[in-house]
């Protein structure tokens, strides 16, 4: 269970934890454009070296693997991204929109890894706003 601590990170989705549309797949390489409703976006067009370069850190690799761009719905809007490495683990990222609604890759942070977790068993039921 990925625990969204509210007060610390304000995700601009619909705050339901409850149903699907907290998820949103992307699944084919080419921009991103984040719906409304989303909290998470499990990102499985392609996967990441590593979660230990400088690149991974920040959004540089995220984006490779996404194969475009990430526009969210406004600025300032926060989501989470999870991508799985070439090893195997899942990292978890945090995009904040600063001055545009598209995210650059200084405006993502690698913010967790979850080791030998496959990306297919990431459901909505993993996540609660607690």
Known sequence: MVNVDVASVTLSGTDDFDGTDLLQ?????????VAAETEVVVVTSDTVANFAAANALKGTNLLTA??????VNAIGDEILLIVESDGGNLGIYCGSAGLDAGLANTEITLVAVLEDVDIADIVFTNFSNN
């Not at 797949?25 to 454009?33: P, Q, S, V, Y």
């Not at 996404?66 to 526009?71: D, E, W």
């Open 25 to 33: 797949e992307h699944d084919a390489a080419g921009a991103l454009a």
């Open 66 to 71: 996404i194969g475009g761009a990430i526009t």
